[in-house]
């Protein structure tokens, strides 16, 4: 079993910075692959990133690649989202989650946290 709770969440101005942290639970941490994903009201629930159990592949959905960065330290267990230029677009609820299967698909993934909300004002 892992518990996963994140934290960092808020409101930001387009073009600012965030950190979410997603604190993790469990014997299994270390030996599992952790993803964020988003979702924005009305919309289905979004790939944002991934990264392997040793933090040595990271995965990135088109939309944040090269403004999000996705980390891990597995000494904590936790895992960061490092989001930068900050859009209107990226407002949803923000999901961590732990899994052993697909990076990208929601349904590779066992264990998911509550989310946590970022909301950019334009």
């Known amino acids: 079993q892992v518990q996963l709770v994140e934290s960092g969440g808020g409101l930001v101005q387009a073009g600012g910075s965030l950190r979410l942290s997603c604190a993790a639970s469990g014997r299994t941490f270390s030996s599992a692959a952790m993803g964020w994903f988003r979702q924005a009201p009305g919309k289905e629930r979004e790939f944002v990133a991934a990264i392997s159990w040793s933090g040595g592949i990271t995965y990135y959905g088109d939309s944040v690649k090269g403004r999000f960065t996705i980390s891990r330290d597995n000494t904590k267990s936790t895992v960061y989202l490092q989001m930068n230029s900050l859009r209107p677009e990226d407002t949803a609820v923000y999901y961590c989650?732990?899994?052993?299967?697909?990076?990208?698909?929601?349904?590779?993934?066992?264990?998911w946290g509550q989310g946590t909300q970022v909301t950019v004002s334009s």
């Open positions: 989650a732990a899994g052993y299967g697909s990076r990208r698909s929601a349904s590779g993934y066992d264990y």
